[in-house]
């Protein structure tokens, strides 16, 4: 079992919506979440983390934790465009400074 | 802000050539590390470094070697470079929490 799972997508969204981008973790020991969004051949970009359960907002964006149920969401308000990229979900267990990689979930705005 | 620097965008090899893939950090982070992504593979951990001439091998280590000679400079070397090889390569560092790339280096072995 991968020890963070995410839908591969595409994703595909109308402009204006929200996109609702999911990941689990299969390790209890979990401490950290971290989302980073990737555009096609370009590095991964930190978009938001979260170490708390509930929510964090960050302008446009809403990352969602759940250490109980081991789920972890990115949420875009009024998605563009320029959204249109993947988004990897990362994570660190505790005590541990290496991030654990989900495979990312490519998202599609559509115009 | 920090700033990951790869000293290469985009490189093309030979096979059996020696390549040295260089990085450096400017944020006095203590861990360093190599990932290479392919289409469909997502992230795989090459080595890390968690101080000055520490390393540690990460998931997919074989063919490659790494080097920390100071804290801001982790190089990745690929000993005889094969078309296996061939792949966008990643550096990254951190302190706690988030890590932070370079911009990545795609290398081609032909």
């Known amino acids: 079992q991968k020890e963070v799972e995410q839908n591969s997508g595409p994703l595909s969204v109308p402009e204006g919506a929200i996109a609702s981008l999911n990941c689990t973790y299969s390790?209890?020991?979990?401490?950290?979440f971290f989302w980073y969004r990737q555009y096609s051949g370009k590095s991964p970009e930190l978009i938001m983390f979260?170490?708390s359960n509930g929510d964090k907002e960050d302008g446009r964006f809403t990352a969602q934790l759940n250490k109980a149920s081991q789920y972890v969401s990115l949420l875009i308000r009024d998605s563009q465009p320029s959204d249109s990229a993947t988004y990897l979900c990362a994570l660190n267990l505790d005590s541990n400074y290496q991030l654990i990689w989900g495979a990312g979930t490519k998202l599609i705005i559509k115009p | 802000d920090v700033k990951v620097t790869q000293s290469s965008r985009y490189l093309v090899k030979r096979t059996g050539e020696k390549v040295f893939l260089e990085c450096v950090q400017d944020?006095?982070?203590?861990?360093m590390f190599w990932y290479r992504q392919d289409p469909g593979l997502g992230l795989r951990l090459i080595y890390f470094s968690y101080d000055v001439k520490m390393k540690e091998k990460g998931d997919i280590p074989e063919g490659y070697s790494v080097s920390r000679e100071k804290k801001e400079r982790f190089s990745l070397i690929l000993e005889s470079a094969s078309t296996n090889q061939t792949s966008m390569y990643l550096c990254?560092?951190?302190?706690?929490?988030?890590?932070?790339f370079g911009s990545g280096t795609r290398l081609t072995v032909v």
């Open positions: 979260i170490y």
């Open positions: 390790d209890r020991g979990s401490q950290s």
């Open positions: 990254a560092s951190n302190l706690q929490g988030p890590s932070f």
């Open positions: 944020m006095d982070h203590e861990n």
